[in-house]
Nanobody
């Protein structure tokens, strides 16, 4: 079974940047859409961004458009989420997971499998 592991989280000041990584093991990422989700304390897990297996299709939540960029390097079996202009409301545990398709619009977490353990992102001064 595909296993995913997130890394790259940490504490950053408002306006700062971080790059999260989602690395796969046991199987190649080549055939999977990969999505990033986040969950803040007391809130539902929400979709942030996804990227298709080829990398040609991407989708972003309205709250992160223009600030976050998703990309993938299939040779390294890794998907990245570059986060710029971070805001306190971006504070959450960020998860990556796999799916078969990356659609426009709201991401449905029920379509995703092989969730990683999450990485904490805290935006605070």
């Amino acid at each position: 079974q595909l296993q995913l592991a997130e890394s790259g989280g940490g504490l950053v000041q408002p306006g700062g940047s971080l790059r999260l990584s989602c690395a796969a093991s046991r199987f190649t990422l080549d055939y999977y859409t990969i999505g990033w989700f986040r969950q803040a304390p007391g809130k539902e897990r929400e979709g942030v961004s996804c990227i298709s297996s080829s990398g040609t299709s991407t989708n972003y939540a309205d709250s992160v458009k223009g600030r976050f960029t998703i990309s993938r390097d299939n040779a390294k079996n890794t998907v990245y989420l570059r986060m710029n202009s971070l805001k306190p409301e971006d504070t959450a545990v960020y998860y990556c997971a796999a799916a078969s398709r990356c659609f426009a619009g709201t991401m449905n977490r029920d379509e995703y499998i092989s969730w990683g353990q999450g990485t904490q992102v805290t935006v605070a001064s």
